[in-house]
């Protein structure tokens, strides 16, 4: 299916956190008080100390009005309406508070438009993006350019790999030199060996026993995958189960592929790991990095995909290292990068990366998994 996207050229972001229409933000109910000028640096740092507003850091303490023909009038959050305690009531019975409840945005804004909405409620801090991720501060015409090359690029191989049908893509690059280090496709698999690969482990788990269930509850909803994007191993993570011919592979999705072959280059590039260590000595002495010549997996890189990965790939990519990830469709049925989960705003992992979906208006418009059923 080939539709032509009628937008410019684009690069977007995607936060860690979903945002918010400005007028639908969620909020929280707080116990403020009006005080008296005079009193507002002692009772913040009081409240600082017995109240803190830890998940609120975004939210100001103090609202300042003008009324009566411009006198001040501030008033002051005293604590979560829900988790007053003695302490705080204390202080306010102590300078003779007037309370009442308001609210304020529960979090903080991620847009100019947001942080206008909300400081209708109360005031907030706003601080505009600056996709300081691992270093990145955004895009020069010169980076754009590439960007939007690399993409092309990956989509070209999504649409080419087979006749009448679109499978994922992946492609992993070197941003410093702009060079590709390997690319991949999803890749296919025979029943037959499938089975093989399966009963292997069945020693472990029962996975023939699992793969019949799953064909035998999922047997009605077949008619439903019979679409030009049938093969996109992330956007049907289980579709596998299904088959009953070959079919891609069930972990062998493109960014693991891509993976696989980036780790065969290095291994072919350094092959003798004491050798390797000499020659980084020498070069250490001549006052030269050795980064360049032993990279830890794909630590630096960009990482292109025709459409947004799965779970099992974005979580590949956290353990690869790679600084940022760009894909150019939407995967509703199963991204993990903005669409169904965000990986990459869950805060106990050891490694993040930005993340940004590339609009291109002359490319072919992978189709919306949206239509693509359920997977």
């Not at 893509?169 to 690969?197: H, M, R, W």
């Not at 000499?278 to 360049?292: F, K």
Request: with cysteine; net charge neutral; charged share 20%.
């Amino acid at each position: 299916m080939k539709n032509t996207v009628n937008v410019s050229p684009e690069i977007i972001h995607i936060p860690e956190k979903p945002s918010f229409l400005p007028h639908l933000q969620p909020t929280v109910n707080m116990l403020a008080a009006v005080i008296e000028p005079k009193d507002a640096n002692t009772l913040v740092r009081k409240l600082n100390h017995i109240a803190p507003l830890e998940n609120l850091q975004h939210v100001k303490r103090v609202q300042k009005k003008c009324i009566d023909g411009g006198k001040p009038q501030l008033s002051l959050l005293l604590s979560v309406a829900a988790e007053t305690d003695v302490v705080v009531l204390e202080l306010v019975k102590s300078y003779q508070l007037s309370t009442f409840i308001t609210r304020v945005c529960k979090y903080a804004a991620t847009s100019k438009e947001e942080w206008e909405e909300q400081c209708k409620l109360w005031p907030t801090s706003y601080h505009p993006p600056t996709y300081n991720i691992s270093g990145i501060t955004g895009f020069s015409e010169e980076d754009s350019q590439s960007i939007f090359g690399f993409m092309r690029h990956t989509i070209d191989l999504a649409t080419s790999s087979v006749v009448g049908q679109v499978v994922n893509a992946a492609v992993i690059v070197d941003p410093s030199t702009k060079q590709v280090i390997a690319s991949a496709c999803d890749q296919v698999i025979s029943s037959a060996s499938l089975a093989n690969e399966v009963s292997k482990e069945r020693s472990c788990c029962n996975y023939l026993e699992n793969l019949n269930q799953q064909r035998l509850l999922l047997d009605r909803s077949i008619g439903e995958f019979k679409h030009i994007i049938n093969n996109v191993a992330c956007v049907h993570p289980w579709r596998w189960a299904l088959q009953s011919s070959g079919c891609w592979h069930p972990l062998r999705h493109a960014a693991i592929v891509a993976i696989e072959y980036s780790a065969a280059r290095d291994r072919q590039l350094f092959p003798d790991y004491k050798a390797l260590c000499h020659l980084e000595s020498d070069i250490q002495t001549n006052g030269h990095s050795s980064e360049s010549l032993r990279p830890y997996l794909c630590t630096g890189c960009d990482i292109y995909l025709a459409w947004e990965p799965c779970a099992m790939c974005a979580m590949a990519l956290v353990h690869q290292r790679v600084r940022r990830i760009f894909f150019s469709t939407a995967n509703s049925n199963a991204g993990a990068l903005g669409s169904v989960h965000r990986l990459q705003g869950e805060r106990s992992l050891n490694h993040h990366y930005g993340v940004f979906r590339v609009l291109l208006p002359e490319v072919v418009k992978l189709v919306d998994s949206k239509t693509a059923g359920s997977g």
